[in-house]
């Protein structure tokens, strides 16, 4: 669930922070082993939005990152909801 952050402006009153989405989630929050947020990293990979948008061949170009890696990045992704059209 998504919770509404608060921020206070110059006079005091709470103004409301955009909700953050989950295309907006670090890789680093989606439980992925280690050795794949490390390579996502290395590819200045953030955010699960940033990844998402690539295509497969594109993401199997990152050193350390096979199609083991890929799998294992795909089928977390997909527990989490997300579509992902990549094939292996």
Same mark, same amino acid.
């Given at each position: 669930? %998504?919770?509404?952050?608060?921020?206070?402006?110059? %006079?005091?009153?709470?103004?409301?922070?955009?909700?953050?989405?989950?295309?907006?989630?670090?890789? %680093?929050?989606?439980?992925?082993?280690?050795?794949i947020e490390a390579a996502l990293d290395r590819n200045r990979?953030?955010?699960?939005?940033?990844?998402?948008?690539?295509?497969?061949?594109?993401?199997?170009? *990152? %050193?350390? *990152?096979?199609?083991?890696s890929l799998r294992t990045c795909k089928k977390r992704l997909?527990?989490?909801? *997300?579509?992902?059209?990549?094939?292996?």
């Amino acid at each position: 669930m %998504h919770t509404l952050q608060t921020a206070q402006t110059a %006079h005091g009153k709470p103004q409301q922070a955009p909700l953050k989405t989950p295309l907006d989630q670090s890789i %680093h929050e989606i439980g992925l082993p280690y050795r794949i947020e490390a390579a996502l990293d290395r590819n200045r990979i953030r955010r699960v939005g940033d990844l998402i948008r690539l295509k497969a061949e594109d993401v199997l170009k *990152f %050193h350390d *990152f096979g199609k083991g890696s890929l799998r294992t990045c795909k089928k977390r992704l997909e527990e989490l909801g *997300f579509k992902v059209s990549w094939e292996n």
